[in-house]
C-alpha cells in the first residue's frame, strides 16, 4: 500500500503487483507444458498416463495462474478535503470498466483495522473506511501481514480526515 498526499488532498493506491507477476508465471509455464503435443519431439513415445499427467499439470498451473491474476484486485483511494469528495476505485486486470464509488468526505465515520487470519493462522490486517450507512470501503483489496504498519497507516488517514482515534474515552469514532 503506498499512501500519498499534498496538502488537501490524499491517495491511497494498492496494486498487488507481485501476486499479479507470480500469476502470469504460472500461466505461462502452464501453457509451456500444454504446448508440449506439439513442439516436444519425443511426445508419441510418451504412455497415455504419461500424456494425462503431463496436461494435466500444464492445466492446473494454468487455471492457478489465472485464478490468482483475477481473484487479486488493486484499489485506489483519493480523499480530496478541498472538495469534500472520496473516489474508490477497485479495478481488476483485464477487466473492462472498474468499480467506482464516489462519496462526500462527510460520510466517513471510521477508518477500521479489520483483522484476520492466513491460512497458516498467522494474523493479517486490512484497512478499511467506514461511511454512514454502514458501507464499507475496503482500502486495500488483500490483507497484508505486520499489524504495526497497518496502525500507522491508518493514523496517517485518520490525521488526514480529521477523525477522532477509536477508543477514545467518552468518544465515538467520528469527526474531531
Do not use: Y
Not at 494435466?56 to 498451473?61: V, Y
Not at 464516489?102 to 487470519?117: C, G, H, T
Not at 477522532?164 to 467520528?174: H, L, N, R, Y
Amino acid at each position: 500500500m503506498r499512501i500519498t498526499g499534498d496538502g488537501d488532498r490524499l491517495v491511497i493506491e494498492d496494486t498487488p503487483g507481485c501476486l499479479w507477476l507470480f500469476g502470469f508465471v504460472f500461466v505461462v509455464s502452464g501453457t509451456v507444458v500444454l504446448a508440449m503435443p506439439w513442439i516436444a519431439e519425443n511426445w508419441a513415445t510418451l504412455r497415455g498416463w504419461e500424456r494425462l499427467v503431463a496436461l494435466g499439470i500444464g492445466l492446473a498451473h494454468f487455471s492457478a495462474g489465472v485464478w490468482m491474476i483475477l481473484r487479486h484486485s488493486a484499489t485506489r483511494v483519493e480523499l480530496d478535503r478541498a472538495g469534500n469528495a472520496g473516489t474508490h476505485e477497485v479495478r481488476r486486470p483485464f477487466a473492462r470498466r472498474s468499480a467506482v464509488t464516489r462519496f462526500p468526505l462527510d460520510e466517513v465515520r471510521a477508518v477500521e483495522i479489520a483483522r484476520s487470519k492466513d491460512s497458516d493462522g498467522d494474523p493479517m490486517f486490512q484497512l478499511r473506511l467506514w461511511l454512514s450507512g454502514s458501507r464499507v470501503l475496503p482500502l486495500q483489496a488483500q490483507p497484508a501481514h505486520g499489524e504495526e504498519r497497518a496502525r500507522e497507516r491508518a493514523a496517517e488517514i485518520r490525521g488526514f480526515l480529521r477523525l477522532q482515534e477509536p477508543g477514545e474515552a467518552g468518544t465515538i469514532p467520528g469527526r474531531a
